[in-house]
């Protein structure tokens, strides 16, 4: 069963007693390409967040996106004490040189800068990345089941071209035999009427018969065209990450079908050849989503 390139998952958990909600979105892409959006306090671990969404995913860009309650308690703040005190000894003999009245509030030493001051909480990284990773294991299997489903639909729809290119591949395998015979006919009957009253060459003629009817037959093109779609349709049940090979069968397939319609000259062929490219390519933008 193959898997869509396309999914979003999420998971939520408490890591270190703060709310953490983890977002991955996966969009299809021709190669892989990982992308974070990380609060800060958990920067340290940007390396390790990237080397496991590597490790999991095969093409596709994918963007996590991490939130981190804890981000907006980070920093304690506790109180200075050495300043405080410089500025309250500043403040008193302020109030005996200009011998002021009044006390010295609290209110009033908070507000010079420096009296509080911040410092930055720190949490042991290993602790912290077991709790995440359980998180990204939770969001990444999220993402997986939503790849899955998609994938059963991009299957179904996939399976139904390919049975109907079959078919018209069917159609052109009856018509070209009988369009050969047709033109062989015509050139018979032109040679006939030039040559009215002149020797005709009949070893000459059937040469160019032979020759002629190779460059119309389309059997080997017929043959290669089944053989890629039964190839198609075996790794679409295959289960493997097969998006690169269905796209190489898509470009096979459409070679071999531009050379029947340069081969088969005929206004029923052509517009079947036309029907064929047209599915062809809806199979194409189709197998752009597949992993």
Request: hydrophobic share 40%; proline share 2%; net charge positive.
């Amino acid at each position: 069963m193959i898997k869509s390139m396309t999914g979003f998952g999420r998971a939520e958990a408490v890591l270190n007693g703060f709310p953490l909600t983890v977002e991955i979105k996966s969009v299809n892409n021709r190669y892989k390409d990982v992308s974070l959006r990380l609060p800060k306090s958990l920067g340290a671990l940007e390396g390790d967040v990237r080397e496991f969404l590597q490790a999991r995913f095969l093409r596709g860009s994918i963007t996590a996106s991490l939130s981190w309650e804890e981000n907006s308690s980070l920093n304690l703040r506790e109180v200075d004490l050495q300043v405080a005190g410089h500025y309250c000894r500043l403040l008193r003999q302020l109030k005996r040189q200009l011998n002021l009245a009044g006390e010295i509030e609290m209110g009033l030493l908070a507000t010079f800068p420096d009296v509080f001051r911040t410092r930055e909480r720190t949490w042991e990284k290993d602790k912290i990345w077991r709790g995440l990773r359980a998180a990204l294991k939770k969001a990444v299997a999220d993402l997986e089941r939503m790849k899955r489903r998609e994938g059963r639909h991009l299957q179904a729809d996939l399976e139904t071209r390919t049975r109907k290119l079959t078919r018209l591949v069917g159609e052109i395998e009856r018509i070209a035999p009988r369009r050969v015979k047709e033109a062989q006919q015509r050139i018979a009957e032109r040679v006939a009427r030039l040559s009215k009253g002149v020797a005709s060459d009949p070893q000459r003629l059937a040469t160019e018969m032979v020759l002629l009817a190779d460059r119309c037959d389309v059997t080997e093109e017929c043959a290669r065209l089944r053989s890629h779609l039964e190839q198609f349709r075996a790794y679409l049940r295959s289960g493997e990450s097969v998006g690169r090979r269905l796209d190489f069968l898509l470009q096979e397939m459409n070679r071999e079908t531009n050379t029947v319609g340069a081969k088969v000259q005929d206004a029923n062929a052509s517009h079947i050849v036309v029907s064929m490219k047209e599915e062809i390519e809806k199979l194409r933008e189709q197998v752009q989503n597949v992993e």
